[in-house]
């Protein structure tokens, strides 16, 4: 009786024994006698990702971390062991995070490049692994939630910091101040507007000049299409081939006279001796006249002469007076 009951105790411990690990196998969902494909992911950092950590696939479970080890250049490489039969995307990156809130972490297998993928964080984290090269997809990890607890607390602080700067700085003082920067802030307006009713006149100005200057550009138009039809009625009753006959017997008559003053350059030219002859006699006569030299010198610089031909003159004038006068006392006329 006694062994029966150590061997129904025995059984109990076994069984209660095997469903524990079947429920923790079942919890785990491990496979157990299944092989699969091994990858290898880098990371700059796993954080708190361990060897056993599910790896998922759109929430699935589709395999488990088998190893965690040091790689080359500061880098982490976890060694994921997938599961048989699972198509998995032709671009496949591993985004390690924190899966509850009691520190169980999970590497979900996502698309990169992927527009789902917005935080610039992960986004340069995979960049960066991708940029190495070779077989290894490229991973990111995100914050657990005990640093972003952290974090939050950091962001707290700094606001109630930043809260008690503002409740000290806003005082009756800084009410004023501000009282006084918005009646400025309205005169300001004001000026603004005044401005901008200054610039609607000026713009309306300008408009009106525009106009007229639209006007007068129209009128000259009218008057450059009616110089046009004048040219082309000219062209049309033949007065424009009359100009250009008229420019040709011009051309022809400057041709003929540039002709006949070639003629007188080459004249000029065959007598230049004669003229510099001309001009060397003209040089020595105007020399002796400056000198003094000859009969022309003489009478040009002695101003007896002039004296001399100035009493003749007038006594020649009394001569005539008194022949009109007593002209029986210088002629005498006899009649047959």
Not at 290 to 308: C, I, K
Request: proline share 3%.
């Amino acid at each position: 009786m006694k062994r029966r009951d150590e061997l129904l105790v025995g059984f109990t411990i076994l069984l209660a024994m095997a469903t524990v690990v079947g429920g923790a196998l079942w919890l785990s969902e491990a496979h157990l006698g299944q092989g699969g494909e091994v990858y290898v992911a880098r990371f700059r950092t796993v954080g708190g990702m361990g060897v056993g950590n599910p790896v998922v696939l759109r929430g699935v479970r589709v395999g488990r971390v088998e190893q965690i080890r040091l790689g080359d250049g500061d880098w982490v490489e976890a060694v994921l062991q997938i599961y048989p039969d699972v198509a998995l995307t032709s671009t496949p990156a591993v985004i390690a995070a924190s899966a509850s809130l009691f520190g169980e972490w999970q590497a979900s297998i996502v698309s990169f490049p992927s527009p789902n993928i917005t935080d610039p964080n992960v986004r340069r984290d995979l960049e960066l692994a991708a940029a190495v090269g070779d077989d290894v997809w490229p991973g990111s990890t995100l914050p657990d939630i005990g640093q972003l607890t952290a974090q939050a607390g950091r962001i707290a602080s700094d606001i109630g910091a930043f809260s008690q700067r503002i409740e000290t700085a806003f005082n009756d003082e800084a009410v004023v101040h501000l009282q006084s920067s918005i009646r400025d802030i309205g005169e300001i307006a004001n000026q603004i507007n005044e401005f901008a009713e200054q610039q609607t006149e000026i713009v309306g100005a300008v408009s009106s000049n525009v106009q007229v200057t639209s006007s007068v550009i129209s009128e000259t138009a009218i008057m450059l299409q009616r110089i046009i039809a004048r040219v082309d009625s000219s062209t049309e009753e033949g007065a424009l081939d009359s100009i250009v006959s008229s420019t040709v017997r011009v051309a022809d008559d400057l041709q003929l006279a540039m002709s006949d003053f070639r003629e007188f350059v080459g004249m000029v030219n065959a007598n230049s001796a004669s003229f510099e002859r001309l001009i060397s006699g003209a040089d020595s006569v105007v020399t002796r006249l400056y000198e003094g030299d000859g009969t022309l010198a003489r009478l040009v610089a002695d101003s007896s002469l002039y004296v001399e031909a100035n009493r003749a003159i007038i006594e020649l004038r009394l001569l005539l007076a008194e022949i009109r006068e007593n002209p029986r006392r210088f002629f005498k006329f006899t009649v047959f």
